[in-house]
Nanobody, 119 residues
Framework: QVQVVESGGGLVQPGGSLRLSCAAS????????MGWYRQAPGKERELVAY???????TYADSVKGRFTMSRDNAKVTVSLQMDILKPEDTAVYYC?????????????WGQGTQVTVSS
């Protein structure tokens, strides 16, 4: 059984910072991909950033230069440092773990955490 648990989030003023954390546990071996997604009201879920167990990280254009994703492979945890936050960053943020199983990728999701950027 694989579990993904997020923490962090909250209310912050524009220009402020927040940090999200995510921990995965269970049967996780070898290659995996961990990422952050977000979903604003009335919009589809979108990718924010992801990182592979090999260490490469990719960011959405909308957050480049403002968000930093880090990873601890030994603990299978990731964090998302969000700086210079904007009102348009307001959304529910979800942590995702992607594992290869039998030639397919399986997605495991956290419960989501609300981030609100408002004055």
């Amino acid at each position: 059984q694989v579990q993904v648990v997020e923490s962090g989030g909250g209310l912050v003023q524009p220009g402020g910072s927040l940090r999200l954390s995510c921990a995965a546990s269970g049967s996780i071996f070898g290659l995996n991909v961990m990422g952050w997604y977000r979903q604003a009201p009335g919009k589809e879920r979108e990718l924010v950033a992801y990182t592979t167990s090999g260490g490469s990280t990719t960011y959405a254009d909308s957050v480049k230069g403002r968000f930093t994703m880090s990873r601890d492979n030994a603990k299978v945890t990731v964090s998302l440092q969000m700086d210079i936050l904007k009102p348009e960053d307001t959304a529910v943020y979800y942590c995702n773990l992607r594992l290869p199983r039998g030639g397919q990728w399986f997605d495991y999701w956290g419960q989501g955490t609300q981030v609100t950027v408002s004055s």
